[in-house]
DNA sequence: CACATGATTCTTGCATACAAGCCTTGCATG
DNA sequence: CATGCAAGGCTTGTATGCAAGAATCATGTG
C-alpha cells in the first residue's frame, strides 16, 4: 500500500487517534464530559488540532459538540449499534459470496497467522479485539472489499463500544476464535454456502451478547433522546 | 467584521454544503484546485469555518489537502467508485429482503409519490438526481435501515459523480424510472425476490453506464496514481 | 537557446485572541 | 432555611497572525 498519503497533518491526527482509543476502549466513559482546553494542555498542542480532531470524532459518533455548552463522549446508542450489525452483516456476508477462486495465497497466510495469534492470546482483551478486527478486515481483503471494510468500520463504533463490555462479561474468547476457524476454513475450501452460514450465525452471536449487555450497564447506553448534557466531567488523561 | 451575523455556529456548515454541492453537481471540476483563502474571501468568512469544512469533505473523499501545496478536487476514482458500487448494491439488497409485512402505508405513499414525480420531471437532471436518490433511501427506509442508509450515501460520493456525467450522456431517465416502477411494485406486492432482482439489475446497469462514461471523459478520473497535483487553479465562484 | 539557481509568492498547519452564550456559584433577601 | 438573581467562569465558534515548505518565475550563465 504505497499510497501517496496526503501529507500526515501529524498533531490533529494525533490527537485523533489517542482519543480515539481512549473512547473505543472506554477509558473516556460514554457521557462524560471533554473540554477543548484541557485537552489541549494535557496533549501539549493547541485547541486547532484538538477541535479538529473532534470534528473527526463528531463526524464518527464518536462525540457529539453542543456550542457553547461543551464535548460529551456520546452514549452507546442502541439504534446505532443495530443499524452497524445490520450493515457489517450485508456488506461481510456479500464479500463473502463475491469470493473468487484462486485466492491470494499471501493473504490467506496472513489471516492464518492472525488465527494463530488469536489462540495464543489468553485472556487479553484488547489484543483479542485488534486481532479479530484484522482478522474481519483480512477476510474482505480477500475478496478485495477492504476500502469497503473501512467504511464499516467507521460506522459500527457503537457496535465496537457495546463488543468491549460484551467481551468484558464473555471470558471465553476462544469460542470466537473457533467460529473464526470455522468461517476460515469453510472459506479457503471453496465452499462459500457454508463460510457464509457460520459467519452469519459468528455475527449474530456476537451480537446477542451486546445486547445482554445493555440491561447490564444502562448508564453507559441512550436513555432519553433528548435529554441535554451536562458539563459534570470525568475528565483525566492517564 | 463588518456584518453582525443573526446566526452562528452555521458558518461551517453552509460553506460545507454549499461547497459540497458543487463538487457533486461539477460544477468544481474534478482536479482544480480550491484556496482555502479564496473561498473564504468569497463566501465572506475567515479561514477557520472554511477549513473545517475542508476537512470534512476529506473524510468523504471529495477533496484531497496537500500540506504546504494546496486543496484539491479529487478526481473520480474508479476503485472508489466500484467499492461503492459493492456497497450499495450489498446494502440496499440486504435492506430489500429484510423487508417484512405490513408495510408501513405513509412510506409506501411518499415512494409512490416520488414515482409520479420521477415521470414529472422532464429533461432536468438534477431534479431527477435529487429524486432518485430519495427513492433509494426511501426504499431503505421501507426497512428501518435509513441510518444505514446515510453511510451508503456518504461513501458513494465518487459513484454519484461519475453518474452525474453517465446521465447526461443518456437522456433517457424515463428507463431508470420504469425500472423504479417494477422494484417498487414488487416490493410492495411482497415478492421480495423479484424485488430484489429488479433491483440487482437495476444498479448494474446504472453501473455500466458509468464505465461507458470514463472512456469518454478521461481527465475527471485519476490516471496516474502517484500523479502529483498542480497548483493551476480552475476556481470560481458563480 | 537550454538550463541551473535563487527570490518570491503561494499554500496549509498550528497558535493565539476575541466573541457570544450557558452553567454554576455565591450572595442578598424574604 | 429557602429562593431568586446577578456576576463570573467556562464552553465552543470564529477571526487572525505566524511559520515552514513547495511550486513558480525571473535571472544569470553555459
Do not use: C
Amino acid at each position: 500500500m504505497k499510497n501517496p498519503k496526503p501529507t500526515r497533518q501529524r498533531e490533529r491526527h494525533n490527537v485523533y487517534r489517542r482519543v480515539r482509543e481512549k473512547i473505543i476502549g472506554l477509558d473516556f466513559s460514554p457521557g462524560s464530559a471533554i473540554s477543548e482546553n484541557e485537552l489541549a494542555a494535557a496533549l501539549g498542542v493547541s485547541r486547532t488540532p484538538v477541535r479538529e480532531a473532534m470534528l473527526l470524532l463528531t463526524e464518527e459518533g464518536l462525540v457529539e459538540v453542543f456550542a457553547k455548552i461543551g464535548t460529551f463522549v456520546s452514549r452507546v446508542d442502541p439504534e446505532q449499534v443495530a443499524e452497524a450489525q445490520f450493515l457489517r452483516e450485508a456488506v461481510e456476508l456479500a464479500s463473502l459470496r463475491s469470493l473468487s477462486t484462486p485466492l491470494d495465497e499471501e493473504k490467506v497466510d496472513r489471516l492464518r497467522d492472525n488465527l494463530r495469534r488469536q489462540k495464543e492470546t489468553g485472556e487479553d482483551i484488547r489484543s483479542f479485539f485488534a486481532l479479530d478486527e484484522e482478522f474481519h478486515r483480512g477476510l474482505m481483503d480477500l475478496a478485495g472489499h477492504e476500502s469497503s471494510w473501512s467504511t464499516v468500520s467507521a460506522a459500527k463504533s457503537h457496535l465496537d463500544r457495546a463488543r468491549m463490555l460484551g467481551i468484558r462479561k464473555i471470558p471465553e474468547l476462544g469460542r470466537l476464535t473457533e467460529e473464526h476457524h470455522a468461517i476460515f476454513d469453510a472459506a479457503v475450501s471453496g465452499d462459500a454456502a457454508t463460510a457464509e452460514r457460520h459467519l452469519r450465525s459468528h455475527l449474530r452471536l456476537v451480537f446477542a451478547d451486546v445486547k445482554a449487555v445493555e440491561e447490564d450497564s444502562p448508564e453507559l447506553f441512550v436513555r432519553d433522546r433528548d435529554a441535554g448534557p451536562h458539563r459534570r466531567s470525568a475528565f483525566v488523561w492517564d
